[in-house]
Protein backbone atom coordinates (compact mmCIF):
# COMPACT_ATOMS: atom_id res chain seq x y z
CA UNK A 1 0.00 0.00 0.00
CA UNK A 2 2.87 2.43 0.71
CA UNK A 3 4.14 1.62 -2.66
CA UNK A 4 1.21 2.30 -4.60
CA UNK A 5 0.43 5.87 -2.46
CA UNK A 6 4.15 6.59 -3.24
CA UNK A 7 3.85 6.02 -7.20
CA UNK A 8 0.49 8.29 -7.08
CA UNK A 9 2.25 10.99 -5.49
CA UNK A 10 4.97 11.26 -7.81
CA UNK A 11 2.16 11.10 -11.28
CA UNK A 12 0.39 14.25 -9.46
CA UNK A 13 3.86 16.01 -9.36
CA UNK A 14 4.35 15.44 -12.89
CA UNK A 15 2.53 18.57 -14.56
CA UNK A 16 0.73 17.68 -17.37
CA UNK A 17 1.48 18.87 -20.77
CA UNK A 18 -1.30 20.41 -23.19
CA UNK A 19 -1.88 18.49 -26.25
CA UNK A 20 -1.27 21.75 -28.41
CA UNK A 21 2.02 22.08 -26.99
CA UNK A 22 2.81 17.95 -27.50
CA UNK A 23 2.76 19.28 -31.47
CA UNK A 24 5.56 20.91 -33.35
CA UNK A 25 4.18 23.88 -34.94
CA UNK A 26 5.87 25.19 -38.31
CA UNK A 27 8.97 26.76 -38.00
CA UNK A 28 8.88 29.99 -40.19
CA UNK A 29 11.91 31.76 -40.45
CA UNK A 30 12.50 35.96 -40.04
CA UNK A 31 13.54 38.19 -42.59
CA UNK A 32 16.79 39.50 -41.26
CA UNK A 33 17.45 41.60 -44.47
CA UNK A 34 14.83 43.97 -46.63
CA UNK A 35 12.24 42.04 -48.06
CA UNK A 36 11.99 42.71 -51.72
CA UNK A 37 8.40 41.42 -53.64
CA UNK A 38 8.64 40.50 -57.07
CA UNK A 39 6.09 39.81 -59.87
CA UNK A 40 7.54 37.25 -62.99
CA UNK A 41 6.06 36.46 -66.16
CA UNK A 42 7.13 33.51 -68.28
CA UNK A 43 6.39 32.71 -71.78
CA UNK A 44 6.07 30.07 -74.24
CA UNK A 45 4.31 29.65 -77.62
CA UNK A 46 3.36 26.79 -79.40
CA UNK A 47 1.36 25.68 -82.91
CA UNK A 48 -1.85 24.52 -82.00
CA UNK A 49 -2.63 20.83 -82.54
CA UNK A 50 -6.01 20.55 -82.32
CA UNK A 51 -9.10 22.52 -84.00
CA UNK A 52 -12.47 22.37 -82.79
CA UNK A 53 -15.71 22.97 -84.89
CA UNK A 54 -19.53 23.01 -84.27
CA UNK A 55 -20.69 21.27 -87.61
CA UNK A 56 -24.79 20.41 -87.55
CA UNK A 57 -27.56 20.39 -89.75
CA UNK A 58 -31.20 22.40 -89.21
CA UNK A 59 -34.40 21.71 -91.27
CA UNK A 60 -37.78 22.65 -91.52
CA UNK A 61 -40.93 21.08 -92.28
CA UNK A 62 -44.99 21.27 -91.53
CA UNK A 63 -44.68 18.82 -89.11
CA UNK A 64 -42.52 17.58 -86.21
CA UNK A 65 -42.03 14.46 -87.37
CA UNK A 66 -40.75 15.51 -91.27
CA UNK A 67 -38.61 17.95 -89.58
CA UNK A 68 -36.63 15.59 -87.30
CA UNK A 69 -36.96 12.65 -90.23
CA UNK A 70 -35.51 15.26 -92.56
CA UNK A 71 -32.94 16.22 -90.09
CA UNK A 72 -31.45 12.28 -88.87
CA UNK A 73 -31.26 11.63 -92.91
CA UNK A 74 -29.12 14.44 -93.33
CA UNK A 75 -26.92 14.03 -90.17
CA UNK A 76 -26.37 10.77 -90.78
CA UNK A 77 -25.21 11.73 -93.87
CA UNK A 78 -22.61 14.34 -92.12
CA UNK A 79 -21.48 11.49 -89.62
CA UNK A 80 -20.47 9.05 -92.04
CA UNK A 81 -18.16 12.11 -94.01
CA UNK A 82 -16.91 12.57 -91.15
CA UNK A 83 -15.66 9.19 -90.31
CA UNK A 84 -14.89 8.77 -93.95
CA UNK A 85 -12.50 11.56 -93.42
CA UNK A 86 -10.73 9.84 -90.46
CA UNK A 87 -12.32 11.43 -87.93
CA UNK A 88 -12.58 9.11 -85.03
CA UNK A 89 -15.73 8.43 -82.59
CA UNK A 90 -14.20 9.83 -79.49
CA UNK A 91 -13.37 12.86 -81.63
CA UNK A 92 -17.36 13.64 -82.21
CA UNK A 93 -19.34 14.22 -80.09
CA UNK A 94 -23.62 15.65 -79.95
CA UNK A 95 -23.40 18.94 -78.39
CA UNK A 96 -27.54 19.79 -78.98
CA UNK A 97 -30.76 18.48 -80.26
CA UNK A 98 -33.90 21.48 -81.04
CA UNK A 99 -37.60 20.98 -82.31
CA UNK A 100 -39.04 24.04 -82.25
CA UNK A 101 -42.70 25.41 -83.43
CA UNK A 102 -42.82 28.42 -85.70
CA UNK A 103 -45.69 30.34 -85.63
CA UNK A 104 -47.56 33.45 -87.85
CA UNK A 105 -48.99 35.99 -85.69
CA UNK A 106 -51.58 37.87 -88.33
CA UNK A 107 -53.07 40.71 -86.80
CA UNK A 108 -55.84 40.79 -84.46
CA UNK A 109 -56.17 36.63 -85.08
CA UNK A 110 -54.72 33.82 -82.88
CA UNK A 111 -51.56 32.71 -83.22
CA UNK A 112 -51.25 30.28 -86.26
CA UNK A 113 -48.25 27.05 -86.31
CA UNK A 114 -46.71 27.17 -90.00
CA UNK A 115 -43.64 25.10 -89.31
CA UNK A 116 -41.59 23.13 -87.18
CA UNK A 117 -37.62 23.66 -87.25
CA UNK A 118 -35.04 20.78 -86.45
CA UNK A 119 -31.43 21.11 -85.11
CA UNK A 120 -28.76 18.64 -84.76
CA UNK A 121 -25.25 19.78 -83.84
CA UNK A 122 -22.10 17.96 -83.10
CA UNK A 123 -18.84 18.93 -81.47
CA UNK A 124 -15.82 17.87 -83.60
CA UNK A 125 -12.22 17.67 -82.56
CA UNK A 126 -9.93 17.67 -85.86
CA UNK A 127 -6.23 16.89 -85.06
CA UNK A 128 -4.82 17.66 -88.75
CA UNK A 129 -5.74 20.91 -88.61
CA UNK A 130 -4.35 21.82 -92.43
CA UNK A 131 -6.68 19.33 -93.54
CA UNK A 132 -10.02 20.55 -91.64
CA UNK A 133 -11.03 23.15 -94.17
CA UNK A 134 -11.32 19.85 -96.57
CA UNK A 135 -13.29 17.82 -94.33
CA UNK A 136 -15.83 21.22 -93.56
CA UNK A 137 -16.13 21.18 -97.64
CA UNK A 138 -17.38 17.83 -97.43
CA UNK A 139 -19.68 18.25 -94.27
CA UNK A 140 -21.10 20.89 -96.68
CA UNK A 141 -21.83 19.18 -99.57
CA UNK A 142 -23.54 16.32 -96.99
CA UNK A 143 -26.05 18.69 -96.40
CA UNK A 144 -24.60 20.25 -93.31
CA UNK A 145 -25.97 23.97 -93.16
CA UNK A 146 -24.81 25.18 -89.39
CA UNK A 147 -20.57 25.53 -89.23
CA UNK A 148 -19.12 27.76 -86.59
CA UNK A 149 -15.36 27.49 -85.70
CA UNK A 150 -12.76 26.69 -85.82
CA UNK A 151 -11.35 27.22 -82.02
CA UNK A 152 -7.65 26.16 -82.46
CA UNK A 153 -6.02 24.93 -78.97
CA UNK A 154 -3.36 22.84 -77.54
CA UNK A 155 -4.18 19.63 -76.72
CA UNK A 156 -1.61 18.46 -73.53
CA UNK A 157 -0.23 22.23 -73.19
CA UNK A 158 1.67 21.04 -69.76
CA UNK A 159 4.98 20.76 -71.17
CA UNK A 160 4.51 24.61 -72.57
CA UNK A 161 3.32 25.43 -69.16
CA UNK A 162 6.22 23.86 -67.49
CA UNK A 163 8.75 26.14 -69.98
CA UNK A 164 6.56 29.47 -69.21
CA UNK A 165 7.04 28.42 -65.70
CA UNK A 166 11.19 28.24 -66.05
CA UNK A 167 11.92 31.50 -67.65
CA UNK A 168 9.06 33.03 -64.80
CA UNK A 169 11.32 31.93 -62.43
CA UNK A 170 14.66 32.96 -63.90
CA UNK A 171 12.79 36.59 -65.11
CA UNK A 172 12.20 37.02 -61.12
CA UNK A 173 15.90 36.47 -60.12
CA UNK A 174 17.13 38.43 -62.82
CA UNK A 175 14.93 41.15 -61.71
CA UNK A 176 15.50 41.32 -57.85
CA UNK A 177 19.37 40.92 -58.93
CA UNK A 178 18.89 43.78 -60.59
CA UNK A 179 17.33 46.09 -57.38
CA UNK A 180 19.99 44.28 -54.95
CA UNK A 181 22.30 46.06 -57.12
CA UNK A 182 21.04 49.65 -57.39
CA UNK A 183 20.67 49.15 -54.34
CA UNK A 184 24.37 48.11 -53.19
CA UNK A 185 22.88 45.01 -51.79
CA UNK A 186 22.61 41.06 -52.51
CA UNK A 187 20.25 38.46 -53.05
CA UNK A 188 20.79 36.30 -49.82
CA UNK A 189 17.41 33.29 -50.63
CA UNK A 190 14.52 33.22 -51.70
CA UNK A 191 11.93 33.12 -49.15
CA UNK A 192 8.55 32.02 -51.09
CA UNK A 193 7.36 31.20 -54.67
CA UNK A 194 3.91 31.17 -55.81
CA UNK A 195 1.94 30.52 -59.05
CA UNK A 196 -0.54 33.82 -59.42
CA UNK A 197 -2.18 32.48 -62.57
CA UNK A 198 -2.21 33.26 -66.21
CA UNK A 199 -3.45 32.79 -69.62
CA UNK A 200 -3.86 30.18 -71.79
CA UNK A 201 -5.47 31.99 -74.89
CA UNK A 202 -7.70 30.61 -76.87
CA UNK A 203 -8.76 32.60 -79.86
CA UNK A 204 -12.41 33.47 -81.19
CA UNK A 205 -13.53 30.92 -83.72
CA UNK A 206 -13.03 31.85 -87.33
CA UNK A 207 -16.37 32.24 -89.19
CA UNK A 208 -17.67 30.01 -91.97
CA UNK A 209 -19.49 31.32 -94.25
CA UNK A 210 -21.95 29.35 -95.47
CA UNK A 211 -21.54 29.21 -99.89
CA UNK A 212 -23.50 27.65 -102.11
CA UNK A 213 -21.26 24.39 -103.18
CA UNK A 214 -20.12 24.09 -106.92
CA UNK A 215 -17.40 22.50 -108.53
CA UNK A 216 -15.57 25.73 -109.36
CA UNK A 217 -15.83 26.92 -105.11
CA UNK A 218 -11.86 27.00 -104.02
CA UNK A 219 -10.98 24.62 -101.30
CA UNK A 220 -11.43 26.35 -97.27
CA UNK A 221 -7.97 26.61 -95.89
CA UNK A 222 -7.38 26.86 -92.17
CA UNK A 223 -3.91 28.07 -91.13
CA UNK A 224 -3.02 27.00 -86.93
CA UNK A 225 -0.97 30.21 -86.11
CA UNK A 226 0.77 30.26 -83.35
CA UNK A 227 -0.33 30.39 -79.47
CA UNK A 228 1.24 31.75 -76.32
CA UNK A 229 0.86 30.25 -73.14
CA UNK A 230 1.91 32.77 -70.11
CA UNK A 231 2.47 32.17 -66.28
CA UNK A 232 2.47 34.37 -63.65
CA UNK A 233 4.75 34.07 -60.07
CA UNK A 234 4.55 36.18 -56.86
CA UNK A 235 8.24 35.71 -55.20
CA UNK A 236 9.61 36.97 -52.10
CA UNK A 237 13.33 37.47 -52.05
CA UNK A 238 15.56 38.74 -48.97
CA UNK A 239 18.69 40.83 -49.64
CA UNK A 240 21.21 42.07 -47.29
Known amino acids: MKAILTALLISAAIPLVPAAAQTTGQVTQAITGTRLDISATGEATRVPN ?36 GIEDRDIQTSSISLNPEYRYPDNQSPQLVAYTASN ?4 RFRDIRNSGKVLDALVAEGANQINGPTMTIERPETAL ?71 LSMVFELQ
Open 162 to 232: DEARSKAIANGRARADLYARALGMRVVRVVSVSETGGSYPVPPPMPYAERAMAASAPSTKIEPGEQKLEVN
Open 121 to 124: QVTV
Open 50 to 85: LAVISAGVLTRATTASAALQENSTRMDRVIAALKRA
